[in-house]
């Protein structure tokens, strides 16, 4: 099993500043993708960012020039920095990471695991 565990989140007025992290943990053998999605009330969750394990990023349109993502392979850790913040960035931020684990019995298996979310609002 994989454990995400997300942290950094809050409250922050428009313009302002947050800085997400994300841990993952367990029998894993390695990670390829890691990224943030966010999902607001009434909405549908969405990509907000990934990266790969060789840094290649991927970002929303509506968070380029203003959101960074960044990733500690060591650490299997994801960063998500969050610059100029809009009211319309509120949501609930959840970490995801695709890759591969070791199983209990044995050998290697896939996963694609999930971390428990953790609230951004920005206020006006």
């Known amino acids: 099993q994989v454990q995400l565990v997300e942290s950094g989140g809050g409250l922050v007025q428009a313009g302002g500043s947050l800085r997400l992290s994300c841990a993952a943990s367990?029998?894993?053998?390695?990670?390829?993708?890691m990224g943030w999605y966010r999902q607001a009330p009434g909405k549908q969750r969405e990509l907000v960012a990934h990266?790969?394990?060789?840094?290649?990023?991927n970002y929303a349109d509506s968070v380029k020039g203003r959101f960074t993502i960044s990733r500690n392979n060591a650490k299997n850790t994801v960063f998500l920095q969050m610059n100029s913040l809009k009211p319309e960035d509120t949501a609930v931020y959840f970490c995801?990471?695709?890759?591969?684990?070791?199983?209990?019995?044995?050998?290697?298996?896939?996963?694609?695991?999930w971390g428990q979310g953790t609230q951004v609002t920005v206020s006006s």
């Open positions: 995801r990471a695709d890759g591969v684990l070791v199983r209990t019995g044995g050998g290697l298996t896939d996963f694609a695991s």
């Open positions: 367990g029998s894993i053998f390695s990670i390829n993708t």
């Open positions: 990266i790969t394990s060789g840094g290649t990023t």
